[in-house]
């Protein structure tokens, strides 16, 4: 990170903080990697001498975005993504930490790989990194990891990725072992027998396209059983990516019990639907797989309403030789830690979502599932922030990305709103020139 640590006082903007219900117009003031203040008139009243003064006339400043869902190629698959590679595009996108996936090689299921990912992304990335570790050891689904332990290390949730455990036994003890060590349990809901050879969201486009269909009761199988799992473990379980309606009514059936379960959707899944992948798009090829408009209006209304909890860029690089393929046999996976919150914001200027219910869900609710001290600017927090052009229009070339890979699903698209600065710890870590 930059040397450069002086106070740094962000004047005249709308400021938003979503874990104080927080809209008003003026200054932030930032001095040893921590939030000092927020109010109207803190430049009149006297700041720091040395003090770095940003006017922000016209801009929104938010707290940091946590990405609660991003694979990170290290270690193994650094051609893909690394933490530098990773943190910089994520700085770009307003993401300040990034939680990363343990589907690595080798997986992040012991506590040496958590410290080597903890070390690795403290001395090469600009944002904050913190790992999920593996909950069942080798990703096999069939022996449940150290928990205790993976979390004295540092990880801060347990899942297996883009891996269901579809054995329910030990799904059962994962929970009940992890609720005694307050553990978040992150599954990936999707029953792979039902998923088999499917490509895309199984319905009648699918077929136009002569491409094996995904159902979407793949999902809610697997949701349904979890629900059952938590009720009788009584743990902490948050469903990794939901996509359709009928999940929804599983999830709210779930929290109406008084069960400690929450969601993610990505926000692939609340902009864009199976029409988008067009012909034979790969970049919207991804997992699981764009629903029907039905099913994304539906997850926007869930949104809105609190039903999920958070929303994720579900970042997953693939390079030019597994996404440059006929469409049923590329990768599934789409860039996105970089676009999250531009491709949010369609939905805040179409008038669907609030604008702080949408960071809220970037930001304050991912911070509080893993226990993280960030999602906030209530002073004495750290000093992650961001500073958004709302307004600002742009197109997306893949090609200024920073990720290592360019698979973005947005590619080319009109795009309405962009950060400007980002703030991690104090200093500025992406300044759009």
């Avoid at 003064?53 to 990405?67: E, F």
């Avoid at 199984?202 to 349904?224: F, N």
């Avoid at 798009?281 to 809105?304: G, I, M, Q, Y």
Wanted: glycine content about 8%; some cysteine.
């Amino acid at each position: 990170m930059p040397a450069d640590r002086r106070p740094i006082l962000l004047t005249n903007a709308r400021i938003v903080d979503p874990s104080r219900d927080l809209d008003i117009v003026g200054d932030l003031l930032m001095t040893d990697g921590q939030v000092r203040d927020v109010k109207r008139g803190i430049r009149a009243g006297g700041v720091p001498e040395g003090t770095e003064v940003i006017d922000c006339t016209g801009k929104l400043v938010a707290p940091g975005l946590v990405d609660m869902r991003a694979f990170i190629g290290e270690p193994g698959a650094e051609y893909r993504e690394t933490f530098a590679s990773a943190s910089h595009a994520a700085a770009a996108g307003g993401v300040t930490t990034i939680v990363c996936q343990p589907d690595t090689h080798p997986p992040i299921d012991d506590p040496a790989t958590v410290d080597f990912v903890l070390r690795r992304a403290r001395d090469t990335a600009i944002v904050r990194v913190h790992p999920m570790a593996a909950l069942t050891k080798g990703l096999k689904g069939e022996e449940m990891t150290e928990i205790g332990l993976l979390k004295a290390a540092g990880a801060v949730a347990f899942t297996d990725g883009a891996k269901s455990v579809t054995n329910a036994k030990v799904m059962r003890r994962a929970l009940t072992y992890g609720r005694d060590f307050d553990a978040l349990v992150v599954h990936h809901t999707e029953d792979p027998d039902l998923c088999s050879d499917g490509v895309m969201n199984e319905g009648e486009y699918a077929a136009r396209l002569g491409l094996l269909g995904i159902p979407s009761i793949a999902e809610t199988i697997m949701l349904e059983r979890d629900i059952r799992l938590v009720e009788i473990a009584r743990g902490r379980y948050h469903a990794a990516s939901l996509t359709c309606a009928e999940s929804l009514e599983v999830l709210s059936r779930g929290k109406q019990a008084g069960l400690d379960v929450s969601a993610s959707a990505s926000i692939n899944h609340l902009t864009l639907n199976e029409l988008d992948v067009g012909s034979y798009r790969t970049f919207c090829k991804v997992a699981p797989p764009l629903r029907p408009e039905s099913d994304r209006a539906a997850l926007v209304a869930a949104l809105r309403d609190g039903l999920i909890d958070v929303v994720m860029s579900d970042h997953n690089p693939q390079d030019v030789e597994t996404k440059r393929l006929p469409f049923a046999e590329a990768a599934p996976g789409a860039v996105g830690i970089e676009t999250m919150l531009v491709a949010g914001l369609r939905l805040v200027h179409a008038g669907d979502v609030p604008l702080t219910t949408l960071l809220r869900a970037m930001s304050t609710r991912p911070a509080e599932l893993l226990g993280l001290p960030g999602g906030t600017l209530k002073p004495g927090s750290p000093a992650d922030v961001i500073v958004v052009d709302l307004d600002s229009p742009w197109v997306l070339d893949r090609e200024i990305l920073k990720s290592k890979c360019k698979n973005s699903p947005f590619d080319e698209a009109r795009l309405q709103g962009r950060v400007v600065r980002t703030i991690v710890g104090g200093r500025t870590v992406y300044e759009l020139i």
